[in-house]
């Protein structure tokens, strides 16, 4: 079998000290709050901690996951990474979702091995599998400790899961049925099948499938370490509100940085920061269409520009770029001639990425359009900063609407019907409504609200530490006295 690359901190915690061991599916947004979990436990619960990544399964590693990985020797948490599994047989166009499961699926041996080594040195207290990896969760009866599930999304997004397992619970191939359309959700949440995250919007995709088998494994855990209490129905675990968890600036680097240094010199609460996360993309015309709304808006911004999409793309909008006389390897040569002219002083545009902890976190950042990726989202509510929600994938158009319907800390805004894109106008008036307008004092006072609760539930007596104290505790009391020896037949 092959090696497990092993990353140890120099100073880490004693050998006596339980061992949990933390397993993240492939992905940074999986990966950053899997590893602020590991630095608590390890921080404020006396516990020690390996977490667990599995080969990339994209054609460019993320230097930002490599980042935070490198970040938790400071913080005395161990990382392993496992080695990369094959996928000859994987066709060339099955869904993210489907390939991300059948590494986890083909990686469980080398998880195995790696368990053996941590048990054999230490007394191990629990094994802790994000939403996407609990392939790994009989691992856990086979070493007689808890296996607990962290799932550090939205109560609606477990919900959902929860309502297809009980709705083919018992399904073979080709029986699956599709969740009903709207679907109510607990909070008073309703999605549309639209707004259904990726994978669970049509029963007959392969990709069902396997998320009602993940769901199905649910069942199996002792309990979720999640973000807010979930009502326990059916047969869940029961869950342990511990979040939120937002990764530290640290994670991000301490140099200076031009995002920072333009901040410094803006007035407080008056930028608009638009960011669509590290795999968010936008089409040329979409871009463009971006460009003429945050121009008209009047406001200040800061855009992050990724590269665009050019799927669809005809060769007239692609040739855009060419009259920037730009690279066109470079995201700000496919944006509007003329534009980083015209907007000169009001605006500033960023390639690519940005410090966004620190971004949202700085007293001049006022308003962020966003794709509402849960990460991103627990980002800005921590830093007080209200939000125009812009999905584009995954679980996101879902987030969405509990933002903005439920929760009320964003105003979404509305695609054309005729040509799928957000129009200038309409970004215009969202950004003018939430930095300006009467719904927009609303949500950025409720957005407030939610800031200080964030605030008070990881404080040192905060609801959210008592619980996973609780749940240490427990995990603890399990492992005292104990070293695991497991065979290797």
Known sequence: MASVATSTAAAGPRPERPHVVLVASPGAGHLMPMAELARRL???????????????????????????????R????????????????????ARIETVLLEVIGRSIPHLRALLRDVGSTAPLAALVPDFFAT???PLASELGVPGYIFFPSNLSALSVVQRAVELNDGAGAG??????????????????REDLPDGFRDSKEPVYAHLIDEGLRYRTAAGFLD???????????????VGPFVRSSSDEGGASSPCIEWLDRQPTGSVVYVSFGSAGTLSVKQTAELA????????RFLWIVRMPSLDGEHSDDMGRKSRGGGDENDPLAWLP??????????????????????VLSHPATAAFVSHCGWNSTLESVSSGVPMVAWPLYAE?????????ENVGVALRLRVRPDDGLVGREEIAAAVRELMEGEDGRAVRRRTGDLQQAADLAWAPDGSSRRTLEEVAGRWKAGAVGETFVVSSS
């Open 42 to 72: 390890v921080a404020h619960h006396a516990l020690a901690a390996t977490l667990v990544t599995f080969s990339d399964i994209s054609a460019n590693p993320d230097a930002h996951s490599t980042a935070v990985l490198s970040s938790l």
């Open 74 to 93: 400071a913080a005395n948490v161990s990382t392993a990474a496992l080695p990369a599994v094959p996928l000859d047989h994987l066709p060339t166009d």
């Open 135 to 137: 392939a790994a969760l």
């Open 175 to 192: 029986e699956y049925r599709d969740l009903p359309d709207p679907l109510p959700l607990p909070g008073g949440v309703s999605l549309r």
């Open 227 to 241: 973000f807010k209490k979930a009502a326990e129905q059916g047969r869940f675990p029961p869950a342990y509100p």
């Open 292 to 299: 003429a709304g945050l121009k008209d808006s009047g406001h």
């Open 337 to 358: 001639e003329g534009f980083l002219e015209r907007t000169r002083g009001r605006g500033l545009a960023v390639a690519s990425w940005a410090p966004q902890v620190r």
């Open 396 to 404: 996101q158009r879902m987030n969405a609407v509990v933002l903005s």
